[in-house]
């Protein structure tokens, strides 16, 4: 198993371990989806996978439904996906994905993170280069499936990994890979548990326990803001 699984394995995913937060992430998902492509999940795939890991999260229907419904009036402003850079104390580079309706609070508040814990907000492309931007999925698993034939039956789609774990198939490609995986995957009507996408550091750095627990200070405040979606570090 390859480096991106062990990444997934070894990650803390606390913004997901709050189910409210989840669901704010995801009802930002939706709204985004909806004003690029449309209601009809039919018609937008980007859609159709957000709607996929709704359910993995077990979201209701009925918050989805109503998320769609608000998403398609044009008076709901839209989200705008903003990446900040930065280190944090002890030279550990930060990655942050943001969905933000006013760029303004965002810059204001993340920088207001960094000054507070001693770390340091960076330009763009500061760091976003020792990151590997991937794309995965999940999908049900199939009686009788060979995955290494399957494996390289999807190569030409940009599949680099796969195999097979207790909840399912994971796959795992390059992020511009995303929409021809999907295509693949639906065209062979295999079920789509899940998807989203990664930022796998390229190389990490072991800290001692004192080092940590300053870089998660900074990282527990990056992760309580309400526009943060994803944070990524070198952290080993």
Not at 37 to 61: C, D, F, H, S
Not at 156 to 181: C, H, K
Request: hydrophobic fraction near 35%.
């Amino acid at each position: 198993m390859g480096r991106a699984f062990e990444f997934r394995k070894a990650r803390k995913m606390k913004r997901w371990s709050a189910m409210a937060k989840t669901f704010t992430r995801i009802g930002k998902d939706i709204v985004m989806a909806v004003k690029e492509g449309g209601p009809n999940p039919e018609t937008n795939a980007r859609l159709r996978a957000v709607i996929q890991n709704a359910k993995a999260a077990n979201m209701p229907k009925d918050n989805v439904e109503r998320a769609i419904k608000k998403a398609s009036d044009k008076d709901t402003a839209n989200y705008k996906e903003v990446l900040f850079e930065g280190y944090a104390p002890h030279g550990i580079a930060v990655l942050i994905e943001t969905a933000t309706d006013n760029n303004n609070r965002t810059v204001a508040n993340i920088r207001s993170y960094f000054n507070k814990c001693n770390g340091t907000l960076g330009t763009q492309g500061s760091v976003e280069f020792m990151f590997d931007h991937t794309c995965n999925f999940r999908i049900a698993k199939v009686e009788g499936l060979d995955l290494e034939e399957f494996e390289l039956e999807l190569i030409d789609a940009g599949v680099d990994e796969i195999f097979e774990d207790e909840d399912g198939i994971l796959i795992y490609a390059p992020f511009n890979s995303f929409g021809s995986i999907q295509k693949e995957l639906e065209e062979r009507n295999m079920e789509i548990l899940s998807s989203g996408f990664d930022r796998i550091p390229q190389v990490t750095k072991e800290l001692t326990e004192e080092q940590i627990a300053d870089v998660e200070k900074l990282l527990d405040k990056i992760e309580e803001d309400d526009d943060v979606q994803n944070v990524y570090t070198t952290m080993g």
